[in-house]
């Protein structure tokens, strides 16, 4: 298997703007998580899914993020609009249960200007 | 949130030394996990260790878990400079999703 798949792998963008990050996990796993990193606020889970359907998207900063996963292999995170806070690397990952090992996508390198 | 407290916050070593870094969690759990991350990479899963466990290897690397303590330990034994990478550590104390720590950013000096 590829691993997780995620594009773009950087993106640069103007505020206001809308961006689309797409992940493809890996096949037969059942979750799958988006995350967001900085250097000031770390790790964060933004949502996961379990069997396509959204569990918990607390983690989501706002309504200008949405996530949707309409079939089993592939995700979309959308922010809209951006805005330069939102700058950081989004990582997806998939596992087979929620609590069992992920495994991550490289990560997009998102940049609002 | 981030249950996980990992420590050091950063860790800088000779090559050829061993580095320790240890995570800390608040309830229980079933299982801890360790994680690496190279600059500009996704997480890397490194081992698992269950809660009835106490210890566990896997090559260079030796994993306990004292679940009195509510904490666990990562050694690396002869770091490389390919070790050089930020480690992070989860657990599985939420009913549906890891609590991950903040890290620990390792440097391996040749």
């Known amino acids: 298997d590829a691993g997780v798949i995620q594009s773009p792998r950087h993106e640069v963008t103007e505020m206001g703007q809308e961006v689309t990050l797409r992940c493809k996990p890996i096949s037969g796993h059942n979750s799958l998580f988006w995350y967001r990193q900085t250097m000031m606020r770390g790790l964060e889970l933004l949502i996961y899914f379990n069997n396509n359907v959204p569990i918990d998207d607390s983690g989501m900063p706002e309504d200008r993020f949405s996530a949707k996963m309409p079939n089993a292999s592939f995700s979309t995170l959308k922010i809209q609009p951006s805005e330069p806070r939102d700058s950081a690397v989004y990582f997806c990952?998939?596992?087979?249960?929620?609590?069992?090992?992920?495994?991550f996508g490289p990560g997009t390198r998102l940049t609002v200007l | 949130s981030q249950q996980g407290e990992e420590d050091p916050q950063a860790l800088s070593i000779q090559e050829g030394e061993n580095a320790t870094m240890n995570c800390s969690y608040k309830t229980s759990i079933n299982n801890l996990q360790w994680y690496r991350q190279n600059s500009g990479r996704g997480l890397v899963h490194l081992i698992l260790?269950?809660?009835n466990e106490r210890e566990k290897h896997s090559g260079r690397l030796r994993v306990t878990l004292d679940t009195s303590k509510k904490s666990s330990s990562l050694l690396i034994t002869a770091s490389r400079a390919a070790d050089t990478a930020s480690y992070f550590c989860?657990?599985?104390?939420?009913?549906?999703?890891?609590?991950w720590g903040a890290g620990t950013k390792l440097i391996i000096k040749p």
């Open positions: 260790i269950r809660s």
């Open positions: 990952a998939s596992s087979l249960g929620t609590m069992d090992t992920q495994y």
């Open positions: 989860a657990t599985d104390a939420s009913n549906y999703q890891l609590i």
